[in-house]
């Protein structure tokens, strides 16, 4: 009979893990429903797209991602199978914030759909699904942390190898990824130092799963890192800040810069529900800490656990973005910052177990920042489309005028200034100011990568100029084309597109 009740709990257990899993990929679908019918693509996807080429992947440390991406494709040689890519990291996500957000709730009361949906809507994560080609690896990575830092298993040696496992793929898909493991292990003994029921079983874990990742990180750093990352772009990318007073001031700077995106992505009174979620979090972790030192009887675990209790709000904040801010060229992207997710997740469960009396505020908070997140990922979704049909026109436009002066008279092309952004974007990056770190110029001076995947797309196989002094001042005598986009002139055999000449203002009469 206790068998069959198990087993009959379980099912019921399965049933809502279905459910809340299909609600999920409903919701999700729905927000990247522009992406899934746009056709389009997204800063190195151009690469990608003409040379079937995902190997670099090994070269950013990320070998995972391209022998994952071979499996798929069945051979090295890469097809656009877009949107598969993106369907296919929601669906592996969604699957493991289900399955992880299970222990923290009783099936079927909607909690877990809306902790998954605290993970997969975030400003910082719409960058990652716009790319055509990354978003498997990066998305699949997020999941992996997860279930590396929240499943539980009986025995301690099974728990740290699967764990250990699960977080060391996790780096080999993106290395950000682990910034979520870190942010869970602490909620985790947050979680069991707040409640003291099973204290001892909560820290437990949160021990083995910081063991488990510690060890994924210098297996990573020792054996991975040095096979892998081999070229000198990313060998400077991961120098690490120097051991002095001025090193001490560049993390300073760092710190510094990565708040300032975090903020960026909050305009106006978005910011509130946000911001109360993130200071009710610290204000419970500071009632947690008070409560273990008025302790009569306060042994030394207690002073840890008050320690630990008092630390915990601005360890959460440094590790969104993790050791990026150890980085002495850190580059503070929005794919790069997705850890806030997990952060914004910590301080609401926090605040919900320390103040109970405020679970409907923090539930409105936490709804009221979903949906300003899933109409800012729609409108970034949207922006893209719209860039990427106004780049494609622009670089066919720039295919035909060197067509007019002839192959035989181009030697190489130079660009001065930048591509600019399509002018129906403009309100979307008046409203979302982040959306000017996610939606770049397609052609810029000095960026050979994207100008020869868009040129060689539009069939213009033409050497990428280095721009020198005089070639700027180069003043023409006869220019080919003037336009609003640019204007193109020849200098010898050099075909010149300087997208700084054009002074052009849209006529706002008819608004």
């Not at 040095?226 to 690490?240: A, K, Y």
């Not at 800040?241 to 300073?252: D, E, H, L, N, T």
């Not at 922006?383 to 106004?390: E, K, P, R």
Request: aromatic share 14%; hydrophobic share 55%.
């Amino acid at each position: 009979m206790w068998d069959k009740f198990c087993s009959s709990m379980l099912n019921i257990k399965q049933q809502f893990v279905v459910k809340d899993f299909i609600i999920i990929i409903l919701v999700l679908f729905a927000i990247v429903s522009p992406l899934l019918a746009g056709n389009v693509y997204y800063q190195d996807d151009y690469h990608r797209l003409v040379s079937g080429n995902v190997s670099y992947w090994i070269n950013n440390g990320r070998p995972l991602a391209t022998w994952l991406t071979w499996f798929i494709n069945f051979t090295t040689m890469v097809s656009d199978t877009s949107p598969l890519s993106l369907l296919l990291g929601i669906l592996g996500l969604a699957a493991s914030l289900v399955i992880s957000f299970c222990r923290l709730t009783k099936p079927g009361n909607g909690f877990t759909i809306l902790m998954s949906l605290a993970i997969m809507l975030s400003p910082f994560i719409s960058q990652s699904m716009l790319y055509a080609y990354d978003a498997m690896g990066i998305l699949l990575s997020i999941g992996l942390a997860f279930l590396a830092s929240m499943l539980y298993f009986p025995q301690r040696i099974n728990h740290f190898i699967i764990s250990f496992i699960l977080f060391l793929a996790a780096l080999c898909l993106y290395q950000t990824a682990v910034n979520y493991g870190f942010i869970n292990i602490l909620l985790i003994g947050m979680l069991a130092i707040t409640q003291r029921h099973d204290t001892r079983k909560g820290l437990q874990h949160a021990a083995i799963a910081l063991a488990a990742l510690l060890l994924a990180l210098l297996v990573y750093k020792l054996i991975v890192v040095p096979l892998c990352v081999t070229d000198p772009f990313n060998q400077t990318r991961s120098v690490m800040v120097p051991v002095s007073a001025a090193g001490i001031g560049m993390v300073g700077h760092n710190v510094t810069q990565s708040l300032a995106v975090l903020l960026e992505a909050f305009p106006g009174y978005s910011l509130l529900p946000v911001g109360g979620i993130f200071v009710a979090g610290a204000c419970a972790c500071y009632k947690t800490g008070f409560s273990w030192l008025i302790n009569k009887k306060a042994a030394i675990s207690d002073y840890l656990a008050a320690s630990l209790s008092f630390i915990a709000p601005c360890l959460v904040l440094l590790t969104i973005s993790g050791f990026l801010l150890l980085l002495k060229d850190a580059e503070f992207a929005p794919r790069v910052m997705g850890a806030f997710s997990a952060a914004l997740v910590f301080n609401f469960l926090m605040a919900r177990q320390a103040f109970p009396k405020l679970k409907i505020m923090l539930n409105f908070f936490l709804v009221m920042y979903l949906l300003f997140t899933a109409t800012f990922m729609m409108a970034t979704f949207r922006a893209l489309v719209n860039q990427s049909n106004f780049d494609q026109a622009m670089v066919i436009s720039m295919s035909h005028d060197l067509a007019q002066v002839g192959s035989e008279n181009i030697s190489q092309v130079a660009i001065i200034g930048k591509s600019p952004q399509s002018p129906d974007i403009s309100p979307a990056i008046k409203h979302y100011p982040l959306l000017k770190e996610i939606i770049y110029p397609s052609i810029e001076e000095g960026f050979d990568f994207r100008y020869y995947a868009l040129m060689n797309r539009a069939m213009a196989f033409y050497p990428f100029a280095i721009i020198t002094p005089e070639i700027k001042a180069y003043i023409p005598t006869h220019i080919i084309s003037a336009g609003c986009l640019y204007h193109f002139y020849m200098d010898g055999k050099t075909a010149i597109f300087n997208f700084q000449a054009p002074d052009c203002k849209m006529s706002r009469k008819f608004l």
